[in-house]
């Protein structure tokens, strides 16, 4: 029995402490000193068979041992539902990944090293390594995510370069090499690959798929995912706004392609116009919007891969979101599966 030791021990008074600052905080009044010896001892874990023999050291009875057990139950470690695997976090790596850490351990009550290790296992696809796509892989290998793969041919060049896309040096290198630099000069050693050279049967077991765009999002490239069954999620950024859909579960939630034909519905010019912005050379990613994209899709994809782990997501996860530029709104938005899509029929 272990209290997480992220949730720091705070002193409301001298007599009431606080175990944790969020929801699950534990407020523990009228403490005696034996009580308080007890949760010190319930900081540094105590094995099950030991807890009698404590007990009795501090001159506790069993009960009021039991009762102080329970009452700091929310802020109790548990074990991981995550199978033991092969892989050991470098020790420059957990220096680095301490707030992922201790994040992870609050997210799932566990101990954080253990959501991570089970990220090293999983691998993400981001199809387009331009700035956002960049951020976005930083960001999961940050989190400890194992595998990055990209179909991304193309090289770097000046519109890629800057305070949040490349480093100058690495023009005129392919995007996928240079982010593979980037990464080796980092603790965090995620293995990056391109797309192209994994069997099918290995793509159809990624964890889930990014796709990054500019105004509307080129039909083929979610079919591709939809057909394998993958999970994706999808960054789109427009002329008002910065999109982050929700995590696209093919056979569950509705697909993109019912939020095509929504988008019909409501506007029945709206193909013939998309045909028009998807050759448009115009680009809307800028700062503010690629980290908030990034951000919110670094989240959505960690609840996804933790949940395949075994970890708890919590309901919910499952909308978008969108940033608003002109007036700093974020709104959440989902849509419903359309009567016309494919996806209904599978149902
Ligand atoms: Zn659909």
């Known amino acids: 029995m272990r209290i997480n030791p992220n949730q720091q021990p705070l002193w409301r008074t001298p007599f009431e402490m ?29 094995a099950d068979q030991q807890l009698s023999h404590i007990t009795e050291q501090l001159g506790l009875t069993n009960d009021e041992s039991k009762r ?44 954080g090293e253990a959501v991570l290790l089970g990220r090293a296992e999983r691998s993400v696809h981001v199809d387009d390594l331009s700035r956002a796509g960049l951020q976005i892989c930083l960001g999961l290998a940050a989190a400890g995510i194992g595998h990055l793969i990209s179909h991304d041919e193309a090289k770097v060049d000046k519109a890629n370069l800057g305070p949040t896309g490349f480093p100058s040096q690495l023009i005129g290198q392919p995007r996928l090499d240079a982010l593979r630099s980037i990464l080796a000069a980092s603790p965090n050693k995620a293995l990056v690959s391109t797309g192209k050279k994994l069997a099918k049967n290995r793509l159809q077991k990624i964890d889930c798929a990014v796709l990054v765009s500019h105004q509307v999002i080129d039909p083929r490239r979610y079919a591709t995912w939809n057909n394998r069954d993958v999970p994706h999620i999808a960054v789109t950024f427009d002329a008002e706004r910065v999109w982050v859909s929700p995590m696209i579960v093919p056979g569950q939630t509705a697909c993109l392609f019912c939020l095509e034909q929504m988008r019909t519905d ?7 116009i998309a045909t028009q ?39 919910e996860n499952l909308s978008g979101f969108s940033l608003e530029l002109a007036t700093g709104a974020v709104s959440e938005f989902t849509w419903p599966k359309h009567e016309a899509c494919e996806c209904v029929a599978k149902d």
Do not use: C
Request: glycine share 6%; no cysteine; proline share 3%.
């Open 266 to 272: 409501a506007d029945s010019s709206w193909p013939v």
């Open 18 to 46: 606080q175990l944790g600052t969020g929801k699950d905080s534990v407020i523990l009044k009228n403490l005696t000193n034996a009580q308080e010896r007890m949760i010190a001892a319930l900081y540094n874990g105590i």
């Open 68 to 111: 102080l057990v329970e009452s700091v139950g929310e802020v109790m470690l548990t074990e991981s539902p995550a199978k033991p695997n092969k892989i050991k976090l470098g020790d420059d790596f957990i220096a680095g990944a301490f707030a992922e850490i201790i994040r992870a351990s609050l997210l799932h009550s566990v101990d």
């Open 277 to 315: 912005l998807l050759t448009s050379q115009k680009r809307f990613d800028d700062a503010a919007s690629q980290l908030f994209a990034a951000g919110i899709v670094i989240q959505k994809i960690l609840s996804r891969v933790d949940k395949v782990a075994g970890f708890e997501q919590a309901a």
